[in-house]
């Protein structure tokens, strides 16, 4: 026989480690001889007592007995063979019966919990009294009586605090019902948890009116006058109108006695998150598309002609934007009115944009006398023509930056076709008629600017003779073909020509973008005068009278021309340079000493017939 020793049975237990001692739990009756183990050596059968050698020789002397004596020796070795055999059989029987009894013994026999027995989420099978509650404090001292039971409500959250929930273990309570329980299963310890379950019940009853609402559909209403005609001063921070969205309610479906039970399910494991099942359907979505595409007029740039500087305004948009709206739906709560303002929309670039920088300085201004050396009132008619016509094909002449100027390319060759007259000018020392005689004054106006503004003169020839309109050495000639006056725009922006007659001024001023801290001041310095000489010559012919000037005489000149740079805020100069150095014939004065009239000879002081060769 066998004994087994049922406190030394251990069993993993997952709640309590691998080296806590406790019971194994029942097995079937097939499992018990795999787990009972009967001993190691051999058993033999019990051995029947015979009589002796001498007793048997006594009892049967014959010798012939020999043979009845070794058949009863064979019937006495199969009784003994089945008596072996029966005692084995008993023998497994006892200890499947040992070990059935000791596999199926209840712990609470020795006055431990009942095998899996559960609370709290906690298996407390097989635990003494003192375990059990050790294990109960360890799995709850930091759930009930501190943590928040979380209700999960779609996207929501609601928090059962334990200071409202009162909720407290009764943890002897617990392990008295478990040591009182006769079956394995999970003890409820809702009857232990203090709970104020009103509390509880408040708050579902809440969540219940909060989400049992009824299905409303969104709307979109459009609000507001636009303004019909086009304004001046676009007011982009002003809504005229808008839109008032109604975002609409969803059907909500909570049941609010299995959310409660849920949440008495949840305190009971030991568990503090809830999610709650509730239905809903939602409203149609809005469709902002339809409105956007009837409001919405996209704005428009200015744009400039880069030929001409001509400059087509801008056109403001109106409209909201489609993507924040949309947004602002998405964020919106059921149930909420919403309104998406409606404003004009300034375009990107404006006129006002694109010509900020472009002729926003006047560089310089510079004019000159048309009367001054013209003392023949017929011809100043004609060269006032000519003048204006001058100042015509020059007038609002775009030079882009670095570009050059050329007078002649802008005039063009003077003709009758044009409008130009004829003017006695000075060609070289003679005087002649010239069609569009005297536009070299408009480039000598147009010269002084320039070099005002300080841009690079490339061309530029002096006359023969001072003229008498501007200070020597500032002069600039035209003559079609040989001589032009050409300037190159050095500054960073275009620049333009206004070029006008005002009263009796050729005035010519460029417009552009002054970024200079400086200005440019001209000077001009006479080295050298050569004085007229006076000369007298006798005319035959009527109508000169003794003393008539018949040429006038113009004085000569050597000058030296500065360009003088000064600073714009103090006027202190920065710099002096020589510019050109200019050197003017003189003409003598002719006058009349004798007159002898010739009444059949022609006026030798006739002035000859005009030519259009040469532009002065």
């Not at 509880?200 to 019909?228: C, F, H, W």
């Not at 070099?451 to 003779?465: F, G, K, M, N, Q």
């Not at 009444?599 to 002035?607: C, G, N």
């Amino acid at each position: 026989m066998f004994t087994i020793d049922h406190n030394t049975f251990q069993t993993p237990n997952p709640d309590r480690g691998t080296e806590q001692t406790g019971h194994l739990p029942p097995v079937t009756d097939s499992d018990a001889t795999q787990r009972v183990n009967v001993g190691t050596g051999t058993i033999y059968p019990p051995q029947r007592r015979t009589a002796s050698k001498t007793a048997a020789n006594r009892q049967h002397p014959n010798a012939n007995n020999t043979g009845r004596r070794k058949k009863g020796n064979g019937n006495q070795k199969e009784k003994i063979i089945i008596f072996v055999l029966l005692g084995v059989a008993l023998i497994l029987l006892i200890g499947v019966i040992i070990a059935a009894r000791i596999l199926m013994r209840n712990p609470a026999d020795d006055g431990l919990i009942h095998n899996n027995v559960f609370a709290a989420g906690v298996n407390l099978g097989g635990m003494n009294e003192d375990e059990a509650k050790k294990a109960l404090t360890d799995a709850t001292k930091d759930t009930y009586s501190k943590l928040d039971m979380t209700v999960q409500i779609l996207e929501n959250s609601v928090l059962l605090s334990p200071k409202d929930t009162g909720a407290k273990l009764d943890i002897d309570g617990v392990v008295a019902a478990a040591l009182s329980s006769k079956n394995s299963g999970t003890i409820s310890i809702l009857p232990y948890l203090n709970l104020n379950t009103d509390y509880i019940r408040g708050i579902v009853d809440e969540l219940g009116n909060q989400y049992s609402s009824m299905l409303t559909q969104g709307n979109i209403k459009l609000e507001g006058t636009k303004p019909a005609e086009p304004m001046d001063n676009y007011d982009t921070n002003t809504a005229y109108q808008s839109l008032v969205i109604y975002v609409g309610t969803p059907e909500y479906g909570l049941n609010t006695d299995a959310l409660y039970d849920q949440i008495m399910d949840a305190y009971d494991i030991n568990l503090f998150q809830v999610v709650a099942q509730c239905s809903v359907i939602a409203p149609d979505p809005l469709n902002l598309e339809i409105y956007y595409q009837d409001i919405y007029c996209a704005p428009k740039d200015a744009s400039l002609d880069t030929e001409t500087y001509e400059v087509t305004k801008e056109v403001y948009g109106y409209g909201f934007d489609l993507t924040k709206a949309t947004e602002a739906i998405a964020a919106a709560q059921y149930g909420q009115t919403i309104s998406i303002p409606i404003y004009f929309i300034k375009p990107d670039i404006t006129a006002e944009m694109l010509t900020a920088d472009l002729f926003r300085d006047e560089l310089a201004e510079f004019s000159t006398s048309i009367l001054v050396g013209n003392k023949d009132n017929n011809s100043i008619t004609e060269l006032r023509k000519n003048l204006q016509l001058a100042c015509d094909a020059i007038h609002n002449q775009i030079i882009e930056a670095g570009e050059s100027f050329s007078f002649s390319q802008a005039t063009g060759q003077p003709s009758f076709g044009k409008g130009y007259e004829e003017v006695e000018i000075y060609v070289g020392t003679e005087l002649k008629k010239v069609i569009g005689g005297g536009i070299s004054q408009v480039a000598t106006t147009l010269y002084n600017c320039a070099l005002l503004s300080d841009l690079t003169i490339v061309e530029r020839h002096a006359h023969t003779y001072a003229p008498d309109y501007v200070s020597p050495g500032l002069d600039a000639m035209i003559a079609w073909g040989s001589a032009d006056m050409i300037f190159t725009n050095t500054t960073d922006y275009p620049i333009r020509i206004e070029a006008e007659i005002i009263e009796d001024r050729v005035v010519v001023r460029l417009i552009g973008t002054d970024n200079n801290d400086y200005y440019v001041a001209i000077d001009t310095e006479v080295v050298e005068h050569r004085p007229i000489t006076l000369h007298q010559t006798m005319v035959q012919g009527n109508g000169y009278l003794e003393g008539d000037v018949l040429v006038e005489g113009i004085t000569g000149y050597d000058v030296i021309v500065y360009r003088n740079l000064h600073e714009k805020e103090t006027n202190r100069e920065l710099s002096s340079s020589v510019l050109t150095y200019g050197s003017y014939d003189k003409r003598n004065q002719v006058v009349v000493s004798i007159y002898v009239p010739a009444p059949d000879s022609e006026d030798p002081t006739e002035p000859a017939t005009g030519t259009s060769a040469d532009t002065t």
